[in-house]
């Protein structure tokens, strides 16, 4: 569903139902994560991507390459390339897109 608000241009509806999803204490998947994370870069919103970074991180998330490179992106949108750049410096895997 999360995926889908973000492919219909419903962004918000995308943050709203991953709210009821964590409110649910239902543990969400790194693809999950990193979808929220790309609606967040997609409405520049740093606040609410800053908070799912650290949710991810408290629930032990592991920033794989998809995550990573979603966080660098959200980042980067957002006008905070030294949260990209720290982000990219902890990557145990690159990529081209990274």
């Known amino acids: 569903m999360i995926v889908g608000y973000s492919q219909s241009r419903r962004e918000v509806n995308a943050l709203v139902l991953f709210n009821d999803m964590m409110a649910e204490n239902l543990r ?6 990193s979808v929220v994370v ?6 520049t919103s740093l606040g609410i991507g800053k908070v799912v970074h650290g949710k991810a991180f408290r629930i032990g998330i592991e ?4 995550l990573s490179t979603a966080f660098i992106d959200m980042y980067n949108k957002c006008g905070e390339i030294l949260d990209a750049w720290s ?7 690159r990529n081209v897109v990274s």
């Open 28 to 33: 969400p998947d790194n693809y999950t994560i």
């Open 63 to 66: 920033c794989d390459l998809l």
């Open 87 to 93: 982000v990219f410096g902890v990557m145990r895997v």
């Open 38 to 43: 790309s609606v967040c870069a997609k409405l």
